[in-house]
């Protein structure tokens, strides 16, 4: 017998022995301390859910110990009726818990099938889902899935301050994959995700300054059809109109994807204190610390078109509290026709509808009347985003002051608006040594204005024809051909090249030693061209305008993206 076999391979055996048992000693405290806190949830009914599971098993040797509950079942309890059916959510599957052997939970997971009961209330809402896949999470979770802090949470006694100062954020993650949600009743498709995850870290990079890291990535996302709950059956509640808009279009909206990634500068330590401590303007009115939020990537697109936006605003005070904010957002857009179509079918739910919905005040029952006899007039309203192209819409500044005077200096670098149609863009700064002395330029630059002009008034007169459908003939009035030449033509008047008729144009308005210029003209000169315009527009739509409390009820009425006079 050689020297391995009679000494090594005999060491081993003691080792690898000694070792299980240590494996199982540590195991059993780590299962003991889980079963004690299960045990005093299933157990104690003050918290206001009652719990029960098929049976608890462990695992996971010679590594770390695995804890799996089997069919966990939670009921929560009405407080304020105790008879009534209580609202349940069961796990036809496990919830697995992985821990190191110094008992510390390193990952959670829920596998199988989910069910989530809401009874009837007395207005008949409720709902009944089942919900299927696998969930994941790698959090600091040993404090929020334990008996104390759930007893907590349900009596509203939690501690979010000192949660906040004592949660972990280092390399934690949420992952799921193939999750589908259902209606339970019928089996229909309410939302499914291929996969998704959502990763966070904090990184200290000082005693005065740290970073939170945030990251979310969800793949080919799809909306089924929401079963919207009513107030009664076989009636709408007026109020109930932007859940049938949004339940169709997010079923036309197809597979969805996203990623996200977000860094926030926040200070630390002591700073941070200061700031939970004594939240609001007192705390900015002593110090402004470096304080930043950086979107770096946030992409989405579906069947409606794709976009992307990134940027930043940062925040930060030096030793002479001189202050200074910057901000920057770049995004685009491009939209397909689907995008239209899909809010065409969504008007068109609202017609088929129309005859449940409950219309109490006059202008509601003029809405719905609208809906059902001007229908293409209320499509008209739909803008045609995919018409424009890629757009780009684009915002980067300074506001530069000190907080013991007025001296306050804005740098507007971009404020843009482009499309393939037409574009807009807006940039310049402007300096002030008091309250009143301002000096700096600022320039408008509009690529095919005319164009633009006539398609912001195109639309105004198709809101103006669907506010005639509802308040009846003629009530407003249309800007006619005349006045869109008199705008276009006021344009170029006001700009650098007033006798020039170029496409584009550009405007500057300057402030120096106390005297404004726009374009070539004066502030006299440009007030009597904007007077003169005015006079004009206002004798074509002020005659039928109403006053006072009949105009406040048509502004409740108008579509969110009617486009507003200045």
Same mark, same amino acid.
């Given at each position: ?26 195991? %059993? ?51 304020? *009726? ?38 009837? &209330? ?18 600091? @979770? ?28 280092? *390399?934690?993650?949420?992952?799921? %994959? ?20 959502? +990763? ?67 200070? $630390? ?20 610390? =470096? ?44 939209? @397909?026709?689907?995008? =239209? ?35 293409? &007039? ?11 192209? +890629? ?37 310049? %700064?402007?300096?002030? =040594? ?33 506010? $005639? ?13 005349? $006045?869109?030449?008199?705008?276009? @033509? ?13 496409? %584009? ?7 120096? &030693? ?16 904007? @007077? ?31 486009? +507003?006079?200045?």
């Amino acid at each position: 017998m050689n020297k391995f076999t009679k000494i090594i391979l005999p060491l081993l055996v003691v080792l690898g022995l000694g070792y299980s048992g240590y494996w199982y000693f540590k195991s %059993d405290e780590v299962e003991k301390k889980v079963r004690s806190d299960i045990e005093s949830l299933a157990s104690d009914r003050s918290h206001g859910f009652r719990f029960q599971y098929d049976k608890i098993e462990k695992s996971g040797f010679p590594t770390d110990v695995k804890i799996v509950v089997k069919n966990p079942q939670f009921k929560f309890l009405n407080p304020e *009726n105790e008879s009534a059916k209580p609202a349940e959510l069961n796990i036809d599957g496990s919830m697995n818990y992985v821990y190191d052997l110094a008992g510390n939970l390193k990952s959670s997971e829920i596998k199988g099938k989910t069910h989530l009961i809401v009874p009837d &209330d007395k207005e008949g809402r409720g709902f009944n889902v089942l919900v299927e896949g696998n969930l994941d999470f790698d959090l600091e @979770t040993s404090k929020l899935l334990s008996y104390e802090f759930l007893n907590q949470l349900a009596k509203g006694t939690v501690d979010f301050d000192r949660l906040w100062r004592e949660q972990k954020f280092e *390399n934690r993650y949420i992952k799921v %994959d193939n999750i589908r949600v259902l209606n339970a009743d019928d089996n229909q498709l309410l939302l499914s995700i291929g996969h998704g995850a959502l +990763k966070l870290d904090r990184k200290e990079e000082s005693d005065e300054h740290q970073k939170l890291f945030a990251s979310i990535n969800i793949k080919d996302l799809q909306y089924g059809k929401f079963t919207i709950p009513r107030i009664k059956e076989g009636e709408i509640a007026f109020e109930e109109i932007p859940n049938i808009l949004h339940e169709t279009l997010m079923a036309k909206s197809g597979k969805t994807n996203y990623d996200f990634e977000l860094v926030i500068d926040l200070p $630390n330590g002591a700073i941070l204190r200061e700031f939970m401590d004594n939240p609001g303007l007192f705390a900015l009115a002593n110090r402004i610390p =470096q304080v930043g939020i950086h979107l770096k990537k946030f992409d989405n697109d579906n069947s409606f078109g794709k976009s992307s936006a990134s940027g930043y605003i940062r925040a930060n005070e030096d030793d002479q509290k001189n202050v200074k904010i910057e901000t920057y957002f770049v995004s685009d857009y491009k939209y @397909t026709p689907v995008l =239209q179509e899909a809010l065409s079918a969504a008007v068109d739910a609202l017609k088929q509808n129309a005859s449940q919905i409950q219309a109490e005040t006059e202008e509601q029952k003029k809405f719905v009347d609208a809906l059902v006899n001007h229908t293409d &007039d209320v499509k008209a309203l739909i803008p045609q985003f995919d018409r424009l192209g +890629k757009m780009e819409l684009n915002k980067e500044g300074v506001l530069d002051f000190n907080k013991g005077s007025f001296r306050t200096n804005v740098t507007l670098k971009r404020l843009e608006f482009l499309s393939d149609l037409y574009s807009a863009k807006l940039n310049g %700064d402007l300096f002030s =040594q008091g309250a009143s002395n301002y000096t700096g330029e600022f320039h408008l630059n509009l690529i095919k204005y005319a164009a633009l002009v006539k398609d912001i008034a195109g639309y105004y007169n198709r809101v103006i024809v669907f506010l $005639n459908d509802m308040q009846g003939p003629n009530s407003f009035n249309q800007i006619s051909e005349n $006045n869109i030449e008199r705008i276009i @033509t006021y344009l170029r008047d006001i700009s650098n090249e007033p006798k020039s008729d170029s496409r %584009d144009l550009t405007i500057t308005s300057s402030y120096k &030693d106390g005297e404004a210029k726009i374009g070539t003209l004066s502030l006299q000169e440009f007030a009597q061209k904007s @007077t003169e315009l005015g006079n004009h527009l206002s004798q074509e739509l002020a005659p039928n305008l109403p006053e006072g409390d009949e105009l406040e009820k048509l502004e409740q009425l108008a579509p969110a993206n009617t486009p +507003k006079s200045e």
